[in-house]
């Protein structure tokens, strides 16, 4: 069955320091895989969707980047974290073409606090 | 119109009540539409798939209209566990690009 794994679970960082939030998908090859942010109170707004590895599609221009280093690899960073990076941050992924039924998986969450 | 729109909610009933949320969309192409619960502070799961006219579910039943481009969710019968947020996601291209609607917040009084 297939396993997605989002890591670490809470942090909180003050601003200007970095970040890195990793997600591995297990069980399933090429799959789609999606970096959303929800704010408090907030939907939740695509930041990032990759198709393959190395291939990265930006929603909103920002302070944040993505990366595919592996096929079920998904890697979220930033150099200089804002207060406005604080949020609930969810990885997802779903099956890619030809099997994609359009169901997104997620992981459990990232929650991060910028003080 | 933006991509995904929601009644905003938030939405207060007793147990035992029918409540109905709606979702509009503004993209004709899309083929198929989901709803997602979120409860506080976890990540969304599916609740419903809806690929044409409409899906049932037990008490739950998802409507499509692509002619006036909006979804429906009706809750029959309301329980306590029915209390959270309800999501509405549309894709934008085919399904690799999913939309969220900001969510309609559902809470089920006894």
């Known amino acids: 069955s297939q396993t997605i794994h989002q890591w670490p679970a809470t942090l909180v960082q003050p601003v200007g320091s970095p970040l890195s939030l990793e997600c591995t998908v297990e069980g399933t090859s090429n799959p789609n895989l999606y970096w959303y942010r929800q704010a408090a109170g907030r939907g939740l707004q695509l930041l990032f969707y990759s198709v393959g590895i190395g291939q990265i599609s930006s929603e909103v221009p920002q302070n944040l980047s993505a990366s595919r280093p592996q096929d079920r690899q998904f890697i979220l960073s930033s150099k200089k974290l804002l207060l406005s990076d604080s949020g609930f941050y969810l990885c997802?992924?779903?099956?890619?073409?030809?099997?994609?039924?359009?169901?997104?998986?997620f992981g459990e969450g990232s929650r991060l606090t910028v003080l | 119109r933006k991509e995904v729109e929601q009644d905003p909610g938030p939405f207060n009933v007793p147990e035992g009540a029918t409540v109905a949320f709606n979702c509009t969309y503004s993209n004709s192409a899309s083929q198929s539409f989901f709803w997602y619960r979120q409860d506080c502070r976890k990540e969304p799961k599916l609740l419903m798939s809806v690929y044409s006219s409409g899906n049932e579910d037990g008490r739950f039943t998802a409507q499509l209209n692509r002619a006036s481009q909006y979804i429906s969710l009706l809750i029959r019968d309301s329980k306590l566990s029915d209390s959270a947020t309800y999501l509405c996601?549309?894709?934008?291209?085919?399904?690799?690009?999913?939309?969220f609607g900001a969510g309609t917040r559902l809470t089920v009084k006894p």
């Open positions: 997802a992924w779903s099956p890619g073409w030809g099997s994609n039924t359009g169901e997104l998986f």
């Open positions: 996601v549309v894709p934008l291209y085919y399904n690799n690009d999913m939309r």
